[in-house]
């Protein structure tokens, strides 16, 4: 067991893709803490496939190195505010923060996001201005920035008086002094030896640990991993465990593991403030206390914000379904999401009248796109709705989520941008030009945001960049927020998708899909160029004759279709729609299949609207 005043615990927290995970990266290679000869790889952190194909984190992960005599316990969090209920639970974990912020960028929506987490807990800070190698680096301009927002956030005159540490992620490079940097990160580890506090809990006190993370093994079960909030643990000692809702069981602690580096190695022992690994108790989850048996005292239940975005998950009905997938059932869907509820504490889901239909809640799109990618690639098909804003009523008046909303375009494309999100009642706050950039910060409603990012890069030419994260909730701003205005081709038939049925519709709109696809009545494979929908036979053949004709050998060119992402996808819904999703397939296809029980369906929404 290291001495108290050894151990250094710090959370890394950052605007998505400011480089927390490269900077773990270089702290975990210059400390010593791998062989010469032992093979690394980048962003050794993110291990999930995810993670490594969109260059995000987006789950905690926490390691540990040794400098000097010290300990220092690091854990990554995600930057993203879809994944804020990691980031909330991380901060029970540690004493201080490392603020990674661009040189370039500055500070982002979740810069704020992530920072008013730490502020909130009293956690020491120290700003590291990254990427000081870049051309276009501005670090002055940057600490400036990030001095308003502490004194925005209320932080307190500790808080204030931060610590800067400049450095470069990519070249494992840190100094005191912008424009002189050192060679290696020692800067850094020295800053946070010297401004990070030490843990303060009694190691004589009885036990109590808070499950802040949860991993699995196979052979070990759940494991547990939090932070020793004061006493001492052993392997095989009896705890109890005091769940979320206050009830106690007994258990016995099998296996006890430390951290070195990206290794859990097994430790006899651990003590208050040490960040530890718990296998051998069933049925914990995240939140729970493990305390001493002969005095069981509870800590605070985690708070966590709570879900600004639904949607709804059905099992798959398409003609298709069952072809390509390996899980297709309502109870394998049911028993998925529960094991999702385990680790995620930011998910809700509930029950419809339906047994094949559940309503799942969550922070954002991103969020709720990475549970469905995940399920695919376990091999689920299932169907979804549109993602669906959840309406608040708040001392009696309907509130909505609104979002803070930061885009950089070129200056002509400016006028567009703004009639855009004009007509998706957002409301300017800020405007900076960096010399034929512009930088524009909106508040918007969360429903304005839902389709616009594909609207967005067409506006920018692909040049624009838009980040947002949740603000608060606001008085609601009536229907026809945001949408989609265009109609869709819908197919008329099932078979296969034609060159000739394709090249007979192209000028009706743009195409989804290929010429070889295969295709069901009610499947969506395009989007019309007026705001109404069409059925359309894809499928058509060219009718075979023996009169030969002069423009038989003319070459035929087809207009690029254009292919979604499940984010895309996502987007794109309407409201009498689905996104079905199969491990190798993404189609869009209307709620009803069949075009009259379509059209009576329509009829008599209209009825029952005029009627009310």
């Not at 308003?148 to 100094?175: C, H, M, R, T, W």
């Not at 239909?357 to 979804?384: C, D, K, P, T, Y």
Request: proline letters at 4%; glycine letters at 8%; charged letters at 30%.
């Amino acid at each position: 067991m290291h001495a108290r005043d050894k151990i250094k615990n710090i959370a890394i927290i950052a605007h998505v893709d400011h480089g927390k995970t490269t900077l773990v990266d270089q702290l975990l290679r210059q400390s010593g803490t791998f062989r010469e000869n032992e093979a690394l790889q980048e962003r050794a952190m993110d291990s999930n496939d995810l993670e490594r194909e969109r260059g995000i984190t987006i789950l905690a992960k926490n390691t540990s190195i040794h400098y000097k005599d010290y300990l220092i316990n690091i854990v990554d969090t995600p930057g993203h505010a879809d994944f804020g209920g990691e980031v909330e639970r991380i901060m029970k974990m540690v004493d201080g923060v490392l603020l990674v912020v661009d040189s370039f960028e500055g500070c982002m929506p979740q810069t704020k996001f992530v920072l008013r987490k730490a502020l909130e807990h009293q956690l020491q800070p120290i700003v590291v201005v990254n990427k000081i190698d870049r051309p276009n680096a501005r670090p002055t301009e940057v600490i400036d920035e990030v001095l308003e927002l502490f004194i925005e956030l209320e932080a307190n005159d500790e808080q204030l008086d931060f610590p800067v540490v400049y450095a470069s992620g990519l070249q494992g490079k840190s100094s005191l002094d912008p424009d002189v940097q050192g060679d290696t990160m020692e800067a850094l580890y020295e800053a946070i030896v010297r401004h990070i506090p030490s843990p303060t809990e009694s190691v004589e006190k009885p036990l109590q640990f808070q499950v802040t993370l949860m991993d699995y093994n196979e052979y070990l079960g759940r494991i547990a991993i939090g932070r020793v909030n004061r006493g001492q643990i052993r392997q095989g000692q009896p705890v109890a465990v005091i769940t979320r809702e206050g009830g106690t069981k007994h258990a016995r602690v099998e296996k006890l593991f430390g951290f070195q580096g990206l290794k859990r190695i097994e430790v006899p022992e651990a003590g208050a403030g040490d960040i530890v690994a718990i296998a051998g108790i069933k049925d914990i989850n995240i939140g729970e206390t493990i305390a001493d048996p002969a005095n069981p005292e509870a800590l605070p239940v985690l708070k966590i914000d709570e879900p600004t975005l639904q949607m709804t998950f059905l099992v798959n009905n398409s003609p298709f379904a069952g072809r390509e997938g390996k899980w297709v059932t309502s109870r394998k869907l049911r028993e998925r999401l529960d094991k999702e509820l385990e680790t995620d504490v930011s998910l809700r889901v509930e029950e419809t009248d339906s047994p094949d239909a559940f309503i799942v809640s969550g922070r954002g799109e991103l969020h709720l796109g990475i549970l469905i990618e995940n399920m695919r690639r376990e091999g689920f098909e299932i169907q979804v709705s549109k993602p669906e804003v959840i309406i608040k009523t708040i001392d009696g008046q309907k509130m909505e989520p609104i979002e803070r909303l930061i885009i950089d375009i070129p200056e002509e494309s400016m006028g567009a941008v703004m009639e855009s999100l004009g007509t998706r009642k957002a409301e300017m706050v800020n405007m900076t030009n960096n010399g034929g950039q512009v930088r524009l910060e909106f508040l918007i409603p969360a429903r304005g945001l839902i389709g616009y990012r594909t609207h967005f890069l067409t506006l920018t030419r692909g040049y624009g960049i838009m980040n947002h994260a949740f603000d608060s909730y606001g008085p609601y701003q009536g229907s026809g927020v945001g949408g989609r205005h265009q109609g869709v081709l819908v197919s008329s038939e099932t078979g296969v998708a034609t060159l000739y049925g394709i090249l007979s519709i192209e000028d009706r709109g743009t195409l989804f899909l290929e010429p070889g696809a295969e295709v069901y009545e009610g499947m969506i494979v395009g989007e019309h160029n007026r705001d109404n929908d069409i059925i359309v036979n894809i499928c058509k053949e060219k009718q075979l004759t023996n009169v030969r004709s002069a423009t038989k050998e003319d070459t035929v060119k087809m207009k690029t279709p254009r292919l979604y992402s499940l984010e895309q996808a996502l987007e794109y819904l309407n409201d009498d729609e689905y996104c079905e999703i199969t491990p190798k397939s993404i189609r869009l296809r209307k709620k009803i299949l069949n075009k009259s029980e379509r059209e009576r369906a329509e009829k008599h929404r209209k009825l029952s609207e005029a009627n009310s």
